[in-house]
């Protein structure tokens, strides 16, 4: 059996959510790693030649979560959780934060996309930051104490 076709293959019934351990999901998000760097593409060279390039897929959660069979909200689950599983969700989502920002810096991976995958996916460590500022200036501040005056006197 190849490589390719043993990382592919659906491993029996899904699990059950309590069945999942801290060295599970290490070893499937391995898996799913490794199956997004693996991925290739087909090019045309100046001379004609077909040649195969590395071309890695971003990791994504909806992508681990769908190789992991199990629902966003049940990741997001464990990632609350204060035990290994928890700690261990908290890592692979890390690793997928760090290979968004870092996607999007270098420019494999469009960057406004993942400006929008991280607000979505991490909303509480990336969001847009609106600021108010209320600087009135001496001048202004001056009118008003004066015009304060004039009111007062009617």
Known sequence: MSEQSRTHRKKGRPRLAKNWSADLLNERSREYFA??????????????????????APYTIEGLCSYL?????EFYAWRKRNDALGIK???????????????????TQNSSFAQFMLKNNAPEDYRDKMEVVSDVSERTAAMFEEWGKTWERK
């Open 35 to 56: 199956k997004c760097d693996a991925r290739t593409r087909e090019v045309v060279t100046r001379n004609g030649e077909i040649v195969t390039v590395s071309n890695p």
């Open 69 to 73: 069979d199990v629902t966003r909200n």
């Open 89 to 107: 969700a908290q890592k692979v989502h890390n690793k997928i934060m760090d290979n968004r920002v870092t996607g999007g810096l270098d420019g």
